[in-house]
């Protein structure tokens, strides 16, 4: 069973830091780009940062100068490290992974369980 586990999220005052992991596990052949989503309460899922397997990164524009994203391909692991929280970063905070599982078959999207992060004011 390929799946993603997410890790780190809790309670933090504004202007503090998390750092949320994921880890992909399974029969995986390779991964695409991996990233990380967020859902506040009433709103849209959003892009908070991705990052391709050559180590390219995109981030929301949110986020800019506050969160890094970073991958370690050996161990199928994405990290977000989330710096000067503010309220308004409240919300879900999903992984996504781009894997396939054998070199015959296509990629497909693979999504965390989802965790929460909550900045008090």
């Known amino acids: 069973q390929v799946q993603l586990v997410e890790s780190g999220g809790g309670l933090v005052q504004a202007g503090g830091s998390l750092r949320l992991s994921c880890a992909a596990s399974?029969?995986?052949?390779?991964?695409?780009?991996m990233g990380w989503y967020r859902q506040a309460p009433g709103k849209q899922r959003e892009l908070v940062a991705r990052?391709?397997?050559?180590?390219?990164?995109n981030n929301g524009d949110s986020v800019t100068g506050r969160f890094t994203i970073s991958r370690d391909n050996t161990k199928n692991t994405v990290l977000l490290q989330m710096n000067s929280l503010k309220p308004e970063d409240t919300a879900v905070y999903y992984c996504?992974?781009?894997?396939?599982?054998?070199?015959?078959?296509?990629?497909?999207?693979?999504w965390g369980q989802g965790t929460q992060v909550t900045v008090s004011s």
């Open positions: 399974g029969s995986i052949f390779s991964i695409d780009a």
């Open positions: 996504n992974a781009r894997v396939r599982t054998s070199i015959v078959t296509v990629y497909y999207d693979l």
């Open positions: 990052i391709t397997s050559d180590g390219s990164t």
